[in-house]
């Protein structure tokens, strides 16, 4: 079982070179070595993008179909950054596809029994809020592994979302409902603009303010941050939490989008989001789980997928093709954190 300690960032090692206790100094990697290493899976995605496009001229490099790629990918993107605040910390959520799921019954569900949007929208986002908060109970107070905490919770999810919508489809009886993820931003639907939105402000938070630094800190080593001062068990809860808050904020955004949501709706958001996430810890800021290289996994992931549907694949080739950059995202982080832990004790 792969930690999150595996692929969390280590000092950066200078580019000075290093004199081995032997006295053989070591030899540093190239600039063009490091540039590879640092946005291998950015050159990857236009690989893939140029080879569909000379494939299939017709249908993928439309102006189109990169505009439905950006709407559809659009809330995938926000449940991976949700994703990256409990990995940051050094731990998962494996609740998160179920609360988008939950979350999109009960903003559904409200609408339709006249609430205005409003008050749906702070309702829902206080759903996500209780269960990241019942999360947090669970892992840092209770001291529960957190794999087990977690996939608790989406198993209870999945039981409520049957129990509300008596195991048939739920369907948004409000046009106005529906409307508010319908407009379009420079042509690109307005849940592009919240996503990108939401990225803005989570890198800011992650790379810029001290709470992320000390999240960080949290994951890289919670033993070591605590006698440092910083209190780990706040920083791990609030890392649920507001994970849980994202959560919902994009089941609000699907349920919205689609018009109607199945019982079972969640868990097939789950995989390719931390796909993402692992593969934004290979890219953009190798070791750390970032922001943008999260961005750029969705996309990858998309890409891969959008281009294999318009080649005519069937749809359990998705399925594979995104277990598949799961298990290599993984490797690769896994292999990143290596080569730093080695280069840091030279």
């Known amino acids: 079982m792969t930690k999150t300690s595996d ?78 605040l409990p990995l940051a910390a050094g731990e998962f959520d494996l609740s998160l596809g179920a609360t988008l799921g939950f979350s999109a019954i009960v903003a559904i569900s409200l609408s339709n029994a006249g609430l205005p949007v409003p008050v749906v929208v702070l309702a829902t986002l206080l759903a996500g809020l209780m269960i990241g908060a019942i999360n947090a109970l669970l892992v840092v107070k209770l001291g529960v592994n957190a794999f087990i905490a977690t996939l608790a919770t989406a198993t209870v999810l999945a039981g409520l979302n049957l129990l509300i919508t008596n195991g048939s489809l739920l369907t948004v009886e409000s046009d106005s409902y529906v409307k508010i993820t319908a407009t379009t931003v420079l042509g690109v639907q ?74 079972t709706l969640g868990p097939e958001f789950l995989l390719p989001a931390y796909a993402a996430a692992f593969l934004g810890a290979t890219t953009i800021r190798p070791g750390y789980f970032n922001v943008w290289g999260t961005i750029v996994g969705v996309l990858l992931l998309a890409v891969g997928s959008n281009g294999l549907t318009l080649l005519g694949a069937e749809t359990w080739v998705t399925n594979v093709f995104n277990g598949v950059a799961l298990m290599i995202a993984v490797s690769l982080s896994v292999q990143v954190a290596r080569r730093r832990d080695r280069a840091q004790r030279t």
Not at 58 to 64: A, G, I, L
Not at 228 to 245: E, P
């Open 7 to 84: 692929v969390i960032h280590k000092p950066d090692v200078t580019d000075e070179p290093t004199t081995h206790p032997e006295g053989v100094k070591q030899v540093r990697p190239s600039r063009l070595h490091n540039l590879a290493s640092n946005y291998g899976v950015v050159g990857f995605l236009l690989l893939m993008i140029l080879v569909f496009a000379i494939a299939i001229p017709d249908t993928f490099p439309t102006p189109d179909n990169f505009r439905g790629i950006l709407g559809d990918q659009s809330i995938p993107a926000i449940l991976a950054l949700a994703a990256l």
């Open 190 to 263: 307005v849940v592009f603009a919240f996503a990108a939105c939401t990225a803005l402000v989570l890198w800011y938070v992650l790379e810029k303010s001290p709470y992320g630094r000390y999240l960080r800190a949290t994951g890289m080593g919670r033993d070591a941050a605590r006698l440092s001062g910083i209190r780990t068990n706040r920083y791990l809860a609030s890392a649920f939490i507001v994970a849980g808050v994202m959560a919902a904020f994009a089941g609000f955004l699907f349920s919205s989008r689609s018009g109607s949501v199945p019982p």
